[in-house]
């Protein structure tokens, strides 16, 4: 049985639900803990954590009761628990609080950690068979197949929070799995939408955030800006709903207002919309298998007045290329995709590499992967936690001459 539960096979819900929310102090986190304060009386806050921003998750803390709180930087420790002295919340530090954080028990646990550090975090609360928003895609893409395996085997729900995955995982309910014909996940295309290669090659860290639609976290705002988090979001795809590369389709919609379709056996094609608001799907996942009230903006079609399509540029914009590449060759080699990004992005943040370059580091640590000859299917979390540290190092090996090389 799919761990995503395609049907909304109403189950009741109870009146006080326990949530945890992992990486609390960022976007996804901030937009999750707006929707639990508007409503104090059905929500009871079991655990909240953060890589090092102790003052927000301290604050956090006091505002919603939370009974446990972890940060990942064991030197913040001291200054967190001065923090919270006083309170009758618990405190951890280090990635085994942060673990400890998705184990303890709570009904609902948003999985919005940035990058594959997550991943750990996340399996803990799968395992424990709770219910699952996955904000977190890196941690995915890192997994594969595995960590959905894992997740049914638990009996753990996982409910998309990803905006387009979010929109298939509704549309998705309007047919049967054989009556599927492909998916259609909308792209804003960035900020470098309209640009020309040279330019894309050289932009700016300044320029890479300013992201058309969304305010995300800066990590996932230079994804978008290089289109790998499109290519992360098909990869994500193909796991999160068992789709072949094939069965998805990746179609530029600059204003982000249709997030995702899909295309049934009588060419019917279901869409969800919105405003560019997470709280929408994360409303969604909370309220789940009911509706919620959601606090985004009413969408007002006649305001905007044009929705506008584009095919996506593959040459423009490799990083898409190189995940269905990934997906196609399978073996962990998403997981490669995954870390090399990661490896890029912090390279490209330092002032290491253009912004170009992102993309050469991802494809020369692929390429460097398949020449090893080492692929083999992940069977375990620990199976994809050593292909991410191989492909780390590979990729910061790769490093300097991909910064020296221009396109
Ligand atoms: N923002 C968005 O609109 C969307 C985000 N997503 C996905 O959701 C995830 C979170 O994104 P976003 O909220 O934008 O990211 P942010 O950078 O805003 O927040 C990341 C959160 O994770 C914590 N964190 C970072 N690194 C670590 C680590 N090594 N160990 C433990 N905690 C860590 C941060 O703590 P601290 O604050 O202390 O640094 C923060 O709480 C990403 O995977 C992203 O792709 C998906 C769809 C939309
Ligand atoms: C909000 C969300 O889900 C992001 O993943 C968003 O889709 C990023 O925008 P791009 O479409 O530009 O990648
Ligand atoms: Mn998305």
Redesign the pocket.
């Given at each position: 049985m799919s761990a995503v539960p395609l049907r909304n096979n109403k189950a009741a819900a109870s009146s006080v639900r326990s949530v945890t929310v992992?990486?609390?102090?960022?976007?996804?986190?901030?937009?999750t803990m707006d929707l639990l304060r508007a409503s104090p009386e059905r929500y009871r806050v079991e655990a909240l954590?953060?890589?090092?921003?102790?003052e927000?998750?301290a604050k956090l803390a006091k505002e919603f009761s939370a009974r446990f709180v972890?940060?990942?930087?064991t030197s913040k420790l001291a200054e967190l628990k001065d923090a919270l002295a006083g309170t009758s919340t618990e405190c951890g530090a280090g990635?085994s609080a942060?673990i400890e954080a998705g184990a303890r028990p709570a009904d609902w646990v948003m999985?919005?950690?940035?990058?594959a550090?997550?991943l750990k975090?996340a399996l803990a609360a799968v395992d424990r068979g709770a219910h699952v928003a996955l904000?977190?895609?890196?941690?995915l893409v890192c997994a594969g197949d595995f960590f959905m395996q894992r997740a049914a085997k638990a009996g753990a729900c996982i409910l998309p929070?990803?905006?387009e995955h979010n929109a298939l995982f509704q549309a998705l309910s309007s047919g049967n799995r054989d009556e599927l014909v492909r998916v259609i996940i909308t792209a804003s295309g960035g900020p470098f939408r309209a640009w020309k290669s040279a330019d894309i090659e050289q932009a700016t860290l300044a320029q890479a955030l300013k992201h058309p639609n969304?305010?995300?976290?800066?990590?996932?705002?230079i994804?978008s800006a290089s289109m790998m988090?499109k290519g992360?979001e098909v990869i994500e795809a193909s796991y999160l709903f068992a789709l072949t590369p094939d069965e998805i389709d990746v179609l530029v919609h600059p204003q982000s207002i249709i997030h995702g379709m899909v295309e049934f056996s009588d060419r019917s094609v279901v869409a969800q919309l919105g405003a560019p608001d997470?709280r929408t799907?994360i409303a969604h996942c909370l309220g789940w298998p009911d509706r919620i009230k959601g606090p985004a903006a009413k969408l007002d079609l006649a305001k905007i007045g044009q929705l506008t399509f584009e095919a996506p540029d593959f040459e423009r914009f490799p990083g898409l290329r190189l995940a269905y590449d990934a997906l196609r060759t399978g073996k962990g080699a998403t997981t490669v995709y995954n870390a090399a990004n990661e490896v890029a992005v912090a390279a490209f943040i330092a002032g290491q590499i253009r912004f170009g370059a992102i993309a050469r580091l991802v494809e020369a640590t692929l390429e460097d992967w398949i020449r090893t000859g080492n692929q083999a299917p992940l069977t375990s979390a620990d199976d994809a936690i050593s292909v991410d540290h191989v492909a780390r190092n590979r990729a910061a090996a790769l490093l300097p001459q991909i910064a020296l090389k221009a396109s």
């Open positions: 992992l990486g609390a102090t960022g976007s996804i986190g901030d937009s954590t953060a890589n090092g921003n102790v927000a998750l972890a940060i990942a930087d990635e942060v999985a919005a950690v940035s990058g550090a997550g975090p904000a977190n895609k890196e941690c929070a990803d905006s969304w305010s995300m976290g800066q990590k996932i705002t994804d988090n992360l997470m799907p």
